[in-house]
């Protein structure tokens, strides 16, 4: 039988769509998988054996070494993540916002935040005020880009970004991620129809991450569903603060002469603690944040997953 390589773009019910140099192959995985507890992944590098290349169904055999892969959203070989929030119209919740960077950064991916919908008038929305949403974030390190599907503002750098790379895209429902991903990759409801007519479904009522490819560079999307709530996949709330960039900045080390007291600080309770210090300098709000400033929001957000943390632990 003929063997071919390929990509899974699409895991559902037991099957596995695998794109092979541009055909998408129905596969279900060999009975081994299940033996040795291997499961495919969205994102996986696979080998496949065709049955029928004119009914473009197959067996896959087996899946090539991950580059990494990813428990939340669960997928392979991902090079960076684009999480996409409104700046108004729902109004951003920065608490699942916190919570899903801090997945990312427990994972190793470098995450990019797109705040979409930025030509609205944000003024009555208490969460909004722009530019002070980009001052807390570029203050913790995370890169932003501001994005508007009316005008087309921040395309161009999305598109820079993404160019060559595998990217998963997220965010909650209603923020406009399936408009960018229609901007990015007009092709895409086309390609999708052969897979939804078997399924019997339309391809917006599933709960499955789906890869996108956009060009033949291998620009790819990681199209994962939209959410009300994050979970997190830490479990021991001691680990939190090393996922928070803020807290490692450089006046926080231990060989610095601003450090905390204790070298297992919690920032919570304990006297000498060099981020709460840098909280309490920036409490007002009023004026941009400091260099190796820490929000007051990014902060009480941390408290929280630490007692999200414990309540979970205890369940």
């Not at 994972?107 to 003024?123: A, M, N, R, W, Y």
């Not at 004026?287 to 007051?296: D, F, K, V």
């Amino acid at each position: 039988m003929t063997t071919i390589k390929g990509r899974i773009i699409k895991g559902i019910g037991g099957f596995y769509y695998v794109d092979a140099a541009g055909v998408v192959f129905e596969t279900r995985a060999r009975g081994v998988f299940r033996v040795q507890g291997r499961k495919p992944l969205v994102g996986d590098i696979a080998q496949i054996e065709l049955i029928s290349e004119e009914e473009k169904t197959a067996v896959l055999i087996d899946i090539e070494e991950r580059k990494n892969s990813l428990i939340r959203p669960e997928v392979a070989n991902v090079d960076q993540a684009l999480v996409i929030f409104a700046c108004t119209h729902p109004e951003p919740n920065l608490f699942q916002l916190d919570k899903f960077l801090v997945n990312m950064e427990k994972q190793g991916v470098k995450s990019t935040i797109v705040f979409s919908k930025v030509d609205l008038d944000s003024s009555k929305n208490k969460n909004a005020d722009l530019e002070s949403l980009i001052n807390i974030y570029e203050n913790a390190g995370v890169d932003i880009i501001k994005y508007s599907a009316l005008t087309s503002e921040g395309l161009e750098e999305i598109k820079e970004l993404i160019y060559g790379k595998t990217t998963v895209l997220s965010g909650p429902s209603g923020v406009g991620k399936s408009t960018l991903i229609n901007t990015l990759a007009p092709h895409y409801e086309g390609e999708t129809g052969d897979i939804s007519k078997k399924l019997g479904k339309g391809k917006n009522t599933t709960r499955q991450s789906e890869i996108i490819k956009v060009d033949d560079e291998g620009t790819y999307l990681i199209d994962t569903p939209g959410y009300s709530s994050v979970r997190l996949i830490v479990t021991d709330e001691t680990e939190l603060k090393y996922y928070i960039p803020e807290f490692q900045a450089p006046g926080f080390t231990q060989e610095s002469k601003e450090k905390c007291r204790f070298a297992d600080c919690m920032h919570i309770n304990e006297i000498d603690c060099a981020v709460k210090k840098r909280v309490e300098e920036n409490k007002t709000g009023h004026e941009p944040l400091a260099e190796q400033a820490i929000a007051l929001e990014r902060y009480n957000n941390y408290i929280r997953m630490i007692e999200e943390v414990k309540e979970g632990r205890n369940w």
